[in-house]
Nanobody, 124 residues
Framework: QLQASGGGLVQAGGSLRVSCAAS????????KGWFRQAPGKEREFVAT????????AYADSVKGRFAISRDNAKNTVYLQMPGLKPEDTAVYYC???????????????????WGQGTLVTVSS
């Protein structure tokens, strides 16, 4: 299972860090990713990272602002989000894949495990 946490309400320009704790089958996942879904919009890719900390990729909308990282000792992946904007408001989902391809899994169909999501609200 994947357990996302750390969402909340923050003012524009503020920071949050969301976490994704893995257990069970997802412990051996090859890569983990973050997606988000804003009200009335489709789920979109945010960031991904391989088990060894490599193959990191970001969506253009968050590149240079957000940072994905992982702590394998804690079986947890993090998404650090400084400089939040109102358009970052969404439910953030973590996902995991057990496959080695594609090298940069950036679409929802690349993942076979999903967490329940955590809500991030950025007020203007």
């Amino acid at each position: 299972q994947l357990q996302a946490s750390g969402g909340g309400l923050v003012q524009a320009g503020g920071s949050l860090r969301v976490s994704c704790a893995a257990s069970g089958r997802t412990l051996s996942s090859s890569a983990k990713g973050w997606f988000r879904q804003a009200p009335g919009k489709e789920r979109e890719f945010v960031a991904t990272i391989r088990w060894n900390g490599g193959n990191i990729a970001y969506a253009d909308s968050v590149k240079g602002r957000f940072a994905i990282s992982r702590d394998n000792a804690k079986n947890t992946v993090y998404l650090q989000m400084p400089g939040l904007k109102p358009e970052d408001t969404a439910v953030y989902y973590c996902a995991a894949t057990s496959t080695l391809r594609p090298l940069f899994p950036i679409t929802a169909r690349d993942y076979n495990y999903w967490g329940q999501g955590t809500l991030v609200t950025v007020s203007s």
